[in-house]
C-alpha cells in the first residue's frame, strides 16, 4: 500500500467516498453473476419443460402437443386424458422432483464437506438405501411401501452409524468421506452376497430396484415424496447461506460468525433426509447427485456452492435419462438409473477432460 | 549505519500527513502520545515490564483514536491446549483498543494458539475472554463476527471463486437469513476493495493471483467484515519484503484512519517492532515481555524468548528498536573485521 | 550461547534404531502371521486337518511323491493348497495396488474400485459372457483383466497429471461403466448368474491354473510397486518438490499406472472384485510404520495376503453347511479397519 492519497481516502471517508465507479462495478459483477445464474436456470426450465412436454406425447400411442398438454390441465377427453393424467404426467413430475432431490442432496454434501467426491453414491447412503431394499425384498419378503420405508431406514441407519463414527470432537470432512467410503463397500458387498444367495427371479427383481426407476411413483406416493421434498428444502433454504463461508475452510466460517458444527450437522441432515426419501421411492438413481453439482459448478464457474443450479440440473439430468430410457433409445426399455450414468458421466467426463486442458495452456 | 537524513512522510491520528525528519524525533511513528518512553531501545536494557499484568500504563491512556474505537478485547487467564497437552496456562492478554499489537516469539510458542482462543476458533480450557465486559462465550457466533474479524493462517480459496465474490463472503455476519445481498454490501465490498488496493482484480478467479494479491484480498474480506477488531495470523508469511510492508502499511492507515484495533502475529520481529504501538513477546505458553516496542525489545527479551544472542540498535528509519541478531559466524566487531 | 550444531542432530540419530527396530518387529510379526494364516487355510475347513497331516501332505507333494490314497492328503493338496495360493497372491497384489493408488493420487480414499477398474473388469466379464458366450470363470479371467487395463488406460489419460482429479475422472468412469452392466444384466439371466457369483468375491473355486497363467503379471507388478516405493515418498510432498529432488514426475504416474494395471487387474481376474483390501491395509500399514512408503510397502505386500486368507478362514468356518464368501469377509473386517484409521489422529497423512 502506497500512501497516495487516492488509496487513503476510502478508508477515511466510509463507503461514501468510493469512487462511484467501482461501487457500481462491484453490483455490476454481483449481476453479471446473477443473471447467469438466471441464464442457467431459465435454460434448464425451458429445457424441463420441452422435454415434459415431449413425455406427455410419447409413448404406446403419441399425443398431440396441445392436446397433452390440455389434458395435463384436466382437459380433453376420455383416452387420452387417462393416458395422461394417470400415466405419463406423473412419471414426468416423479423424474423432474427425484432428480431435482438428488441434485440438491449432492450440491449439499459436496459443498459441506469441501469435497467433490462427496456424493450419497461414494458415501454408502444410496448402498444403505439399497441394502435396506434387497434384505426387505431378499431376506424378508417385504413388498409395496415396506420395501420404501426399509430402504429410507437403511439410508438413514448408515447415515447415522457414518456420523457417530466420524465425529470426534466435531465433524471433519475428511474423516466423514472416508467412513462413508467404507460403508459404501460394506453395503455393497453385502449386497452382492445376497443376491448372489437369492433365488435367480428374486435376485433379478432385486437387481432391478438397485437401479433406480421413476415408473411406478404416482398418486398417493408421488403426494408424499412432493411434501416431504418440500418440508426438506424449507430447511435448506435456511441453511443455504452457510455454504459459501464454509467453502472457505473451518476457521474462516468460524470467523465469519458461522456455527461450523450445526451448520455442517443441519447440512448433512438435511442432505441424508432428501437422498433417504428420494431413494425410498425411486431407488437409488445412480450418480445424479455425484454429476449435476458437478456440471453446475462447472458451468456457473463462481466458486459457490451452486445449490439452485444443482438441482435444475439434477431434474433436467433425471427426466432426460429417464426419456431416453422409457423410449427404447438404446433397444431396451431401460429404468431411468441406468440411463442417468450413461448421460450424465460422459459430459462430465468431457468437462473434465477440457477443463484439463484449459489448465494446462 | 548511517541514519538516513532524508524525512519521510508520517500520518498522525487525523488522518493529515506531515514532514518528520526520523531518527531525530523517534516515537513519532509508533504510539503518538507516548513519547517519553524510552527511544534508544539498545540503553533501555532490562526494563522489562512485569508480565501478564494487563496493558501497560503507557499504552492504556494513549490519547487519540483510542478513546473513540470500540470495545477491547482482553484474555483473562485463559487456558489453551490440544488433546490434552496444554500450551498455555493461564495468560492474561489485553489488546489495547485503537492501536496495533504485534505478538512476537519462537515457533510454537503458542501466540497462534492464543490468538485463535481469542476469537474463539479454538476452545478454551480454561479462563476466558472479554469483549468489553461481556464474556465472549456468553455471544452467539454471528455477534463475535460483527466485533471481531480473524483472518487465519493459509486460507484456501474454493475453486473458480472470484476477488468480488471471495470478498462479498466477509458479508456475511451482517446477512439476513437468506443471505441477500444488498446495495449497501456492495458499497462495502467495494470499499473493501478499494483500501486493500485489489480494485482492479475484482473479476479475477483468486487462484490467479499471486501470493501478496491473495493475501490482500483475504484482508478485503476481513475488512468487509466491519469489524473494531482485527486479528491477524501471520498475514505476511509468503510474501516478499516489498509485499509486508504494504500489508503493514495497509493495517497501519486502517487503525490510524478507522481507529481498527489491530492484533497480529508476526515472525519479522523488526517489522513488528516498527509498526506495533503494543509489543508482546511470548515464550513456551507464556508472556515475557509486552508494551512499548521501544522498551521491551531489548537483547535480553530477545535472549530469553528465541534463545539467540542480538543487538537491538535504534532503526535509522522510525527509531524503533532493530535487532540485529547474532549467528555462529560473521559476528566480529567490525572495529576488528578485516577489512 | 552458541548450542553445538551436532546436539539436535545427534537426538535425532539416537531415537532411530528405536523407530528402525519397531518396523522391523512389525514386518516379522507380519510374517509370522502369514505363516500362521496360511497354516490355517490349510488346515481348517467343513473338514478340519491336524496340522500333522497338513505338514506330511505338503512334504510329500514338495517331494514329489504320488499322492496317497488318504483322503486329507488329497483335500490339502489339490483344494487348499491352489486356494492358499491364490489368497496370498491376490491378497498381496491387491494391497499393493491400493498403496500405490493412494500414493499417486495422494487421495485417502482412492483404490482400484474408485479409480474404474473393478467396473471395467466387470463390464469385460459381463460382455465375453454375453457376446462371446464365456462361461467358465477360467475362460473370463482375460477379459476382465483387458477391461481393467482398457478402463485404467481411459482414467490415466484423461485424469493423469492432476492427482485429485484422477479419483474425480475413476469415479465418473464407474458411472459409466456400472449402467453398461446393469443394462446387460438385465438382458442376460446367464450373465447376470455368472456375474453375481464373480461379484462376490471368492477364493473358492479352482483358480489355481488361472494363477498358473497370470502369476508373471503380480511378480512385474510388485516389482514394479517396489521399484516405486521411494519416489513415492517425493511424490508425496508434491509434484513440484519431487521434480525438485530430481523425479519424473510423469514417468513416475505412468509406471505406477502400469503397475496399478498388471496388479489389481491380475487379484480382479483372479478373486473378482474384493473391495477394501485395496483402501484398508496401505491405511493400516501407515499406521503400523509411519509414512516412509518403502516400510508401507513391505508391510502391504505381507498384511493384504494375511486379511484375505483370513478373510476366507473365516467364512470357511463361520456358517455351520455353507461358506461365506471371502469378499463379503474381507468387506466386514476391512471396514472397521477403515473406520479405525479415519477416527485416528493424522488422518489427513496420505
Known amino acids: 500500500m502506497t500512501n497516495s492519497p487516492a488509496n487513503a481516502s476510502p478508508l477515511t471517508a466510509g463507503h461514501d467516498a468510493i469512487p462511484g465507479d467501482l461501487h457500481l462495478a462491484v453490483a455490476h459483477l454481483r449481476t453479471t453473476r446473477r443473471r447467469r445464474l438466471g441464464l442457467v436456470l431459465g435454460g434448464c426450465g425451458a429445457a424441463l419443460a420441452a422435454l415434459g412436454t415431449l413425455g406427455l406425447m410419447l409413448g404406446d400411442s403419441t399425443i398431440a402437443p396441445g392436446t397433452a398438454l390440455l389434458a395435463a390441465f384436466g382437459a380433453g377427453d376420455g383416452g387420452d386424458l387417462f393416458v395422461v393424467q394417470q400415466l405419463r404426467l406423473p412419471r414426468v413430475l416423479a423424474a423432474i422432483l427425484v432428480g431435482a432431490m438428488f441434485g440438491l442432496a449432492g450440491a449439499l454434501f459436496q459443498s459441506t464437506l469441501r469435497n467433490p467426491l462427496a456424493s450419497p453414491d461414494i458415501l454408502g447412503i444410496a448402498a444403505g438405501a439399497s441394502l435396506g431394499a434387497v434384505s426387505g425384498l431378499l431376506a424378508f419378503g417385504l413388498a409395496g411401501i415396506a420395501v420404501a420405508v426399509s430402504a429410507f431406514g437403511g439410508g438413514l441407519a448408515v447415515a447415522l452409524a457414518i456420523w457417530f463414527l466420524a465425529w470426534r470432537r466435531g465433524l471433519h470432512s475428511i474423516r466423514f468421506v472416508l467412513v462413508g467410503v467404507g460403508f459404501a463397500y460394506l453395503c455393497q458387498a453385502f449386497m452382492t452376497w445376497l443376491l448372489a444367495r437369492a433365488d435367480e427371479r428374486e435376485a433379478a427383481s432385486a437387481l432391478l430396484w438397485t437401479v433406480g426407476s421413476v415408473a411406478d411413483i404416482r398418486g398417493e406416493d408421488l403426494g408424499i415424496l412432493a411434501a416431504g421434498a418440500a418440508v426438506l428444502v424449507l430447511g435448506v433454504m435456511a441453511v443455504a447461506r452457510t455454504q459459501g463461508p464454509l467453502a472457505l475452510g473451518d476457521d474462516n466460517a468460524r470467523a465469519l460468525g458461522v456455527r461450523v458444527d450445526a451448520a455442517r450437522v443441519t447440512t448433512l441432515l438435511l442432505a441424508v433426509g432428501l437422498v433417504a426419501l428420494a431413494t425410498s421411492f425411486a ?59 450413461l448421460v450424465g458421466a460422459p459430459y462430465l467426463l468431457w468437462l473434465l477432460a477440457t477443463n484439463e486442458r484449459k489448465e494446462r495452456r | 549505519m548511517t541514519p538516513r537524513p532524508e524525512p519521510a512522510e508520517v500520518r498522525t491520528d487525523h488522518g493529515t500527513t506531515s514532514a518528520a525528519p526520523v531518527g531525530t524525533t523517534p516515537g513519532t511513528a509508533s504510539a503518538p502520545g507516548t513519547g517519553s518512553a524510552p527511544t534508544d531501545a539498545a540503553s533501555a536494557t532490562g526494563t522489562t515490564p512485569p508480565p501478564a ?27 489453551l491446549g490440544y488433546d490434552g497437552r496444554t500450551v498455555i496456562d493461564g495468560l492474561d492478554l489485553h489488546l489495547p483498543a485503537g492501536r496495533i499489537t504485534a505478538i512476537v516469539g519462537p515457533n510454537a510458542c503458542g501466540k497462534s494458539t492464543l490468538l485463535r482462543g481469542m476469537a474463539r476458533l479454538h476452545p478454551l480450557s480454561g479462563g476466558s475472554v472479554l469483549l468489553g465486559d461481556r464474556d465472549v462465550s456468553t455471544m452467539s457466533r454471528r455477534e463475535l463476527a460483527r466485533a471481531v474479524g480473524m483472518l487465519p493462517q493459509s486460507s484456501i480459496a474454493p475453486d473458480g471463486v472470484r476477488v468480488a465474490e471471495l470478498v462479498a463472503r466477509g458479508r456475511y ?10 446495495s449497501d454490501d456492495d458499497a462495502v465490498v467495494a470499499s473493501a476493495l478499494a483500501a486493500t488496493g485489489v480494485a482492479d482484480l475484482a473479476d479475477r478467479p483468486v487462484q490467479d493471483l499471486s501470493g501478496g494479491q491473495r493475501q490482500r484480498v483475504w484482508i478485503a474480506m476481513v475488512l468487509a467484515q466491519q469489524t473494531d477488531i482485527v486479528l491477524l495470523d501471520e498475514p505476511t508469511t509468503f510474501l516478499d519484503v516489498r509485499h509486508q510492508l504494504d500489508l503493514l502499511d495497509l493495517l497501519t492507515s486502517l487503525n490510524r484512519e478507522r481507529g481498527t484495533t489491530v492484533a497480529m502475529v508476526l515472525h519479522e520481529l523488526n517489522l513488528a517492532a516498527r509498526y506495533a504501538d ?56 567490525r572495529a576488528t573485521r578485516p577489512a | 550461547m552458541l548450542t553445538s550444531p551436532t546436539a539436535a542432530p545427534a537426538g535425532e540419530v539416537t531415537r532411530t534404531p528405536d523407530r528402525a527396530r519397531r518396523r522391523t518387529l512389525v514386518l516379522l510379526g507380519l510374517v509370522a502371521a502369514l505363516g500362521a494364516t496360511a497354516l490355517a487355510s490349510l488346515a481348517l475347513g467343513v473338514r478340519d486337518i491336524h496340522p500333522a497331516v497338513v505338514w506330511d501332505a505338503l512334504t510329500g507333494w514338495a517331494a514329489g511323491a504320488p499322492l496317497p490314497g488318504d483322503q486329507d492328503h488329497r483335500v490339502v493338496v489339490e483344494q487348499r493348497l491352489p486356494r492358499t495360493a491364490v489368497g496370498i497372491a491376490a491378497g498381496a497384489a491387491l494391497a499393493l495396488a491400493g498403496t500405490l493408488v493412494q500414493g499417486v493420487t495422494r487421495n485417502p480414499i482412492a483404490d482400484p474400485g474408485l479409480l474404474g477398474l473393478n467396473a471395467g473388469a466387470s463390464l469385460a466379464i459381463v460382455l465375453s459372457s454375453v457376446v462371446f458366450g464365456v462361461a467358465s470363470p477360467l475362460g473370463f479371467i482375460w477379459f476382465a483383466f483387458a477391461g481393467a487395463a482398457a478402463a485404467a488406460l481411459l482414467v490415466f489419460s484423461i485424469g493423469a497429471g492432476r492427482p485429485v482429479r484422477l479419483a474425480l475422472v475413476g469415479a465418473t468412469v464407474t458411472a459409466l461403466l456400472t449402467p453398461l452392466i446393469t443394462i446387460t444384466l438385465i438382458q442376460s439371466s446367464t450373465a447376470f448368474n455368472l456375474y453375481r457369483f464373480w461379484a462376490v468375491g471368492s477364493l473358492a473355486g479352482v483358480r489355481s491354473a488361472a494363477l498358473a497363467d497370470l502369476w508373471p503379471f503380480i511378480i512385474l507388478g510388485a516389482v514394479l510397486a517396489a521399484a516405486m516405493a521411494h519416489r513415492m515418498n517425493m511424490l508425496a510432498l508434491g509434484d513440484d518438490v519431487a521434480t525438485a529432488l530430481g523425479q519424473r514426475v510423469g514417468t513416475t504416474r505412468v509406471l505406477s499406472g502400469v503397475a496399478i494395471v498388471m496388479l489389481s487387474g491380475t487379484a480382479t481376474a483372479l478373486v473378482g472384485p474384493i473391495a477394501l483390501i485395496g483402501l484398508a491395509v496401505p491405511h493400516a500399514a501407515r499406521r503400523l510404520v509411519g509414512t516412509d512408503y518403502r516400510w508401507i510397502t513391505a508391510v502391504a505386500v505381507v498384511l493384504g495376503p494375511v486379511v484375505l486368507l483370513v478373510a476366507d478362514v473365516i467364512g470357511r468356518v463361520a456358517l455351520p453347511h455353507s461358506e461365506l464368501e471371502a469378499g463379503v469377509v474381507a468387506a466386514a473386517i476391512g471396514a472397521p479397519v477403515l473406520i479405525a484409521v479415519a477416527r485416528g489422529r493424522s488422518v489427513a497423512g496420505v
Do not use: K, Y
Open chain 1, 283 to 341: 431407488g437409488p438413481v445412480a450418480f445424479v447427485a455425484l454429476v449435476a453439482p458437478a456440471i453446475a459448478r462447472r458451468v456457473l464457474s463462481d466458486g459457490g456452492p451452486a445449490l439452485l443450479a444443482s438441482t435444475a440440473v439434477g431434474a433436467l439430468l433425471t427426466l432426460t435419462a429417464d426419456l431416453i430410457g422409457n423410449h427404447h433409445v438404446f433397444g431396451v426399455t431401460a429404468p431411468v438409473g441406468i440411463v442417468t450414468g
Open chain 2, 53 to 79: 499484568t494487563g496493558p501497560a500504563a503507557g499504552t492504556a491512556s494513549a490519547p487519540g483514536t483510542a478513546d473513540a474505537a470500540g470495545p477491547t478485547l482482553r484474555a483473562e487467564s485463559v487456558v
Open chain 2, 173 to 182: 455476519p451482517h446477512q439476513g437469513w437468506f443471505g441477500r445481498h444488498s
Open chain 2, 278 to 333: 503494543h509489543l508482546v513477546v511470548m515464550s513456551a505458553g507464556r508472556i515475557v515481555a509486552e508494551g512499548d516496542p521501544g522498551e521491551v525489545l531489548t537483547s535480553d527479551v530477545v535472549r530469553g524468548a528465541f534463545d539467540l544472542e542480538s543487538d537491538v540498535v535504534p532503526d535509522p528509519v522510525s527509531g524503533t528498536p532493530m535487532v540485529v541478531p547474532r549467528g555462529r559466524f560473521h559476528t566480529a566487531d
